[in-house]
């Protein structure tokens, strides 16, 4: 099982990101996905939640109207589109799939916010 995370990187506040997460080793169409993110000095905290048929079903009150969820089951990949990024939103990202009897994680990507 590999969860890959990508688009992390260094960017002025106002600005947008896209994250991507290319998974493998499982049947990704049937996975709920989300995204979890941890600040430096704070315990992780889930972002956004999408079901296996692509219905966004939970973002955090923090990134509600400024980040979106998505999926492609026919790439095996979920996205973050980020927009309006603010300093707080500085931290690494972390893919995660999740089930009944499963729990699978990426390495994560390092999102900064700064100007």
């Known amino acids: 099982v590999q969860l890959v995370e990508s688009g992390g990187g260094l960017v002025q506040p106002g600005g947008s990101l896209r994250l991507s997460c290319a998974a493998s080793g499982f049947t990704f169409s049937r996975s709920t996905m989300r995204w979890h993110r941890q600040a430096p000095g704070k315990e992780r905290e889930r972002v956004a939640v999408i079901s296996s048929l692509g219905i966004p079903t939970n973002y955090a009150d923090s990134v509600k109207g400024r980040f979106t969820i998505s999926r492609d089951n026919a790439k095996n990949t979920v996205y973050l589109q980020m927009n309006s990024l603010k300093p707080e939103d500085t931290g690494i990202y972390y893919c995660?799939?999740?089930?009944?009897?499963?729990?699978?994680w990426g390495q994560g990507t390092q999102v900064t916010v700064s100007s």
């Open positions: 995660n799939a999740g089930g009944r009897d499963y729990d699978y």
